[in-house]
Protein backbone atom coordinates (compact mmCIF):
# COMPACT_ATOMS: atom_id res chain seq x y z
CA UNK A 1 0.00 0.00 0.00
CA UNK A 2 1.50 3.51 -0.96
CA UNK A 3 1.01 5.83 2.13
CA UNK A 4 -0.83 9.28 1.40
CA UNK A 5 1.67 12.23 1.11
CA UNK A 6 2.03 15.98 0.30
CA UNK A 7 0.45 16.45 -3.29
CA UNK A 8 -0.02 19.82 -5.04
CA UNK A 9 1.00 22.96 -3.12
CA UNK A 10 -2.03 25.15 -1.99
CA UNK A 11 0.36 27.78 -0.11
CA UNK A 12 3.76 28.53 -1.21
CA UNK A 13 5.78 29.50 1.47
CA UNK A 14 5.96 33.30 -0.25
CA UNK A 15 2.58 33.71 0.10
CA UNK A 16 2.10 32.23 3.61
CA UNK A 17 5.64 34.90 4.61
CA UNK A 18 3.34 37.82 2.92
CA UNK A 19 0.00 37.12 4.36
CA UNK A 20 1.98 36.29 8.06
CA UNK A 21 3.29 39.76 7.41
CA UNK A 22 -0.22 40.77 6.75
CA UNK A 23 -1.57 40.10 9.68
CA UNK A 24 0.95 41.00 12.08
CA UNK A 25 0.60 44.56 10.56
CA UNK A 26 -3.09 44.71 11.15
CA UNK A 27 -2.82 42.89 14.79
CA UNK A 28 0.03 45.65 15.76
CA UNK A 29 -2.97 48.00 14.90
CA UNK A 30 -5.31 47.12 16.78
CA UNK A 31 -3.73 46.61 19.98
CA UNK A 32 -1.67 49.49 19.91
CA UNK A 33 -1.34 50.57 23.36
CA UNK A 34 -2.13 47.10 24.70
CA UNK A 35 0.13 43.81 25.55
CA UNK A 36 -1.00 40.92 23.84
CA UNK A 37 -1.24 37.14 25.24
CA UNK A 38 -0.59 35.07 21.91
CA UNK A 39 -1.87 31.43 22.88
CA UNK A 40 -0.62 28.73 20.34
CA UNK A 41 -2.22 25.52 19.95
CA UNK A 42 0.27 22.66 19.47
CA UNK A 43 1.41 21.11 17.71
CA UNK A 44 0.08 22.32 14.45
CA UNK A 45 0.35 26.07 14.79
CA UNK A 46 3.91 26.34 16.05
CA UNK A 47 5.46 27.76 12.74
CA UNK A 48 2.71 29.88 12.21
CA UNK A 49 3.06 31.28 15.92
CA UNK A 50 7.12 31.84 15.37
CA UNK A 51 6.59 33.71 12.53
CA UNK A 52 3.44 35.91 13.38
CA UNK A 53 5.20 36.96 16.85
CA UNK A 54 7.76 38.18 15.01
CA UNK A 55 5.70 40.22 12.87
CA UNK A 56 4.13 41.91 15.92
CA UNK A 57 5.56 45.50 17.25
CA UNK A 58 3.32 45.63 20.33
CA UNK A 59 4.51 43.97 23.33
CA UNK A 60 3.77 40.22 23.66
CA UNK A 61 3.97 37.53 25.76
CA UNK A 62 3.64 33.46 24.57
CA UNK A 63 1.57 30.23 26.04
CA UNK A 64 0.53 27.46 24.36
CA UNK A 65 -1.83 24.32 24.92
CA UNK A 66 -1.87 21.22 23.62
CA UNK A 67 -5.37 19.65 23.06
CA UNK A 68 -6.37 16.60 21.33
CA UNK A 69 -9.30 15.24 19.22
CA UNK A 70 -10.89 11.81 19.93
CA UNK A 71 -11.68 11.26 15.98
CA UNK A 72 -9.70 9.47 13.40
CA UNK A 73 -7.18 10.98 11.44
CA UNK A 74 -8.59 12.91 9.01
CA UNK A 75 -11.63 14.47 10.84
CA UNK A 76 -12.57 16.02 14.28
CA UNK A 77 -15.38 14.49 16.76
CA UNK A 78 -15.59 17.64 18.57
CA UNK A 79 -14.81 15.92 21.93
CA UNK A 80 -11.25 17.61 22.96
CA UNK A 81 -8.74 16.71 26.08
CA UNK A 82 -6.30 19.13 27.17
CA UNK A 83 -2.76 17.32 26.89
CA UNK A 84 -1.10 20.48 28.27
CA UNK A 85 -2.56 23.19 29.73
CA UNK A 86 -1.00 27.10 30.07
CA UNK A 87 1.46 27.58 32.37
CA UNK A 88 0.08 30.88 33.62
CA UNK A 89 -3.35 32.44 34.43
CA UNK A 90 -5.04 34.74 31.48
CA UNK A 91 -7.32 36.97 33.97
CA UNK A 92 -7.42 40.56 33.00
CA UNK A 93 -5.22 39.61 29.52
CA UNK A 94 -5.60 40.48 25.82
CA UNK A 95 -5.44 36.74 24.89
CA UNK A 96 -4.82 36.16 20.93
CA UNK A 97 -5.62 32.48 20.15
CA UNK A 98 -3.56 31.24 17.47
CA UNK A 99 -4.57 28.32 15.42
CA UNK A 100 -3.27 26.09 11.85
CA UNK A 101 -6.69 25.75 10.30
CA UNK A 102 -10.41 25.96 11.44
CA UNK A 103 -12.17 23.00 9.62
CA UNK A 104 -15.71 21.85 11.39
CA UNK A 105 -14.83 24.55 14.31
CA UNK A 106 -15.60 21.88 16.71
CA UNK A 107 -12.12 21.97 18.61
CA UNK A 108 -12.34 25.75 18.58
CA UNK A 109 -15.65 26.34 19.76
CA UNK A 110 -14.61 23.87 22.78
CA UNK A 111 -11.66 25.84 23.42
CA UNK A 112 -13.04 29.35 23.14
CA UNK A 113 -15.59 28.58 25.67
CA UNK A 114 -13.01 26.58 28.57
CA UNK A 115 -10.78 30.29 27.68
CA UNK A 116 -13.38 32.59 27.83
CA UNK A 117 -14.39 31.21 31.24
CA UNK A 118 -10.55 32.09 32.98
CA UNK A 119 -11.70 36.02 32.71
CA UNK A 120 -9.33 37.52 30.22
CA UNK A 121 -9.70 40.89 29.28
CA UNK A 122 -10.61 39.87 25.63
CA UNK A 123 -10.28 36.84 23.25
CA UNK A 124 -9.92 36.91 19.77
CA UNK A 125 -9.22 34.24 17.31
CA UNK A 126 -6.63 34.43 15.03
CA UNK A 127 -5.84 31.16 12.05
CA UNK A 128 -3.74 30.37 9.27
CA UNK A 129 -6.37 28.51 7.69
CA UNK A 130 -10.22 28.44 7.59
CA UNK A 131 -12.38 25.95 5.45
CA UNK A 132 -15.08 28.02 4.13
CA UNK A 133 -17.99 25.57 3.41
CA UNK A 134 -17.87 23.77 6.94
CA UNK A 135 -19.52 25.25 10.05
CA UNK A 136 -16.47 27.03 11.74
CA UNK A 137 -17.59 29.91 9.51
CA UNK A 138 -19.90 30.48 12.59
CA UNK A 139 -16.85 30.69 15.17
CA UNK A 140 -16.08 34.56 15.72
CA UNK A 141 -12.31 34.29 13.67
CA UNK A 142 -11.36 37.99 14.16
CA UNK A 143 -8.00 37.05 11.70
CA UNK A 144 -7.49 34.19 8.81
CA UNK A 145 -4.96 33.87 6.52
CA UNK A 146 -6.23 31.90 3.48
CA UNK A 147 -9.40 30.28 2.80
CA UNK A 148 -8.59 26.90 1.20
CA UNK A 149 -11.49 24.05 -0.08
CA UNK A 150 -12.48 21.12 2.08
CA UNK A 151 -9.29 19.09 1.36
CA UNK A 152 -7.06 17.79 3.92
CA UNK A 153 -3.93 19.48 3.82
CA UNK A 154 -0.18 19.15 5.30
CA UNK A 155 3.04 21.06 6.02
CA UNK A 156 3.92 24.19 7.64
CA UNK A 157 3.13 22.46 10.88
CA UNK A 158 -0.11 20.66 10.02
CA UNK A 159 0.99 16.65 9.65
CA UNK A 160 -0.67 13.45 8.87
CA UNK A 161 -0.11 10.61 11.36
CA UNK A 162 2.78 13.10 12.68
CA UNK A 163 4.94 13.58 9.35
CA UNK A 164 5.27 16.96 6.99
CA UNK A 165 5.00 19.17 9.84
CA UNK A 166 8.28 20.67 8.64
CA UNK A 167 7.31 21.36 4.95
CA UNK A 168 7.91 25.45 4.03
CA UNK A 169 3.95 25.35 2.48
CA UNK A 170 0.56 24.01 2.51
CA UNK A 171 0.09 20.88 0.36
CA UNK A 172 -2.97 18.69 -0.11
CA UNK A 173 -2.46 15.21 1.44
CA UNK A 174 -2.88 12.88 -1.78
CA UNK A 175 -3.36 9.14 -1.78
P1 LIG B 1 -11.97 21.17 13.81
O1 LIG B 1 -12.29 20.85 15.23
O2 LIG B 1 -12.13 22.64 13.45
O3 LIG B 1 -12.72 20.28 12.84
O4 LIG B 1 -10.48 20.75 13.54
C1 LIG B 1 -9.44 21.46 14.08
C2 LIG B 1 -8.18 20.64 14.14
O5 LIG B 1 -8.23 19.49 13.30
C3 LIG B 1 -7.03 21.49 13.64
O6 LIG B 1 -6.47 22.26 14.68
C4 LIG B 1 -6.11 20.44 13.07
O7 LIG B 1 -5.30 19.94 14.10
C5 LIG B 1 -7.04 19.35 12.58
N1 LIG B 1 -7.33 19.53 11.15
C6 LIG B 1 -8.48 19.96 10.57
N2 LIG B 1 -8.37 20.01 9.22
C7 LIG B 1 -7.11 19.58 8.94
C8 LIG B 1 -6.38 19.42 7.71
O8 LIG B 1 -6.83 19.65 6.57
N3 LIG B 1 -5.09 18.97 7.85
C9 LIG B 1 -4.52 18.68 9.05
N4 LIG B 1 -3.26 18.25 9.06
N5 LIG B 1 -5.18 18.84 10.23
C10 LIG B 1 -6.45 19.29 10.15
Redesign the pocket.
Known amino acids: MVEPGPGEVLVSAEQIAKRTAELGAEISRDYEGREVLMLG ?1 LK ?1 AFLFMADLARELTVPCELDFMAVS ?1 YGSSTS ?1 S ?1 VVRIVKDLDAPIADKHVLLV ?10 SYLLKNLAARGPASLEICTLLSKPGRS ?1 RDLPVRYVGFELPDV ?3 GYG ?3 AQKHRNLPHIAALEA
Open positions: IGSSGEDIVDSGLTLGFVVLDH
